[in-house]
């Protein structure tokens, strides 16, 4: 080789080798760049719509109530339901105290003799009544007779004491009662009597005696 040609040779390895320094410089390693371009490709493949139906690649980040988890889940809560989860409910108010019963009334027994008429129209029933710790005796009565009567209206308790009253019969044929004052038991009330006698009105003790009714059968008279 002549030396003209070497010079040749030797100019054209320097120009060479200058213009292949700078761009294997600004490339780098070529491994790295590789992964790196995976890695990019993995995400836009991952990323992107569906090719098939022709999807439009969503990237990015995603708003408030979007993503792949929208509408799963509970809701956000708002302030208002925040607040009232934070705050403890009040307890319940206790019953109020139950009232006491009311304390029912005693009951009433009444024990009756039977109906009695006169041949004159009076007519009675005379009964003994007992209520808690109260007897009494009562007598029903109408008059028919066309004057006034008077009736004496006898409570007789054990031990012989009794307990009398009078009452006047006016001149109606309408239905009325006369009765003892009440008063407090001294024995079983099947201990007791009464006894209603019917007379006329004002004639002393001369006056006939017109009908007698009493709480027991053995007390049946009339006249």
Request: hydrophobic content about 35%; glycine content about 14%.
């Amino acid at each position: 080789m002549t030396p003209v040609n070497l010079r040749v040779a030797v100019l054209g390895a320097a120009v060479t080798a200058a213009v292949l320094l700078p761009l294997a410089a600004t490339a780098g390693p070529a491994d790295p760049l590789g992964r790196a371009g995976g890695l990019v490709r993995s995400a836009e493949v991952h990323g992107g719509g569906d090719e098939e139906t022709g999807g439009d690649a969503k990237t990015g980040s995603y708003g408030e109530g979007e993503g792949p988890w929208k509408g799963l889940g509970p809701a956000p809560r708002t302030p208002s339901e925040s607040t009232a989860s934070a705050t403890p409910a009040d307890p319940p108010a206790p019953p109020p105290p139950s009232a006491p019963p009311v304390p029912t009334a005693p009951e009433r027994v009444t024990r009756c003799g039977p109906e009695l008429a006169s041949p004159g129209g009076a007519e009675a029933q005379t009964c003994v009544l007992n209520e808690g710790a109260d007897v009494w005796a009562r007598t029903y009565y109408r008059n028919a007779t066309r004057r006034e009567l008077d009736a004496f209206l006898t409570l007789m308790a054990p031990g012989g004491r009794t307990v009398q009253v009078r009452c006047g019969v006016p001149a109606q044929d309408e239905p009325g009662t006369c009765e003892t004052p009440r008063e407090r038991g001294a024995g079983p009330v099947t201990a007791y009597t009464a006894v209603a006698e019917f007379a006329g009105a004002g004639e002393g003790g001369s006056t006939p005696l017109l009908l007698r009714a009493g709480s027991n059968t053995a007390d049946r008279e009339g006249s």
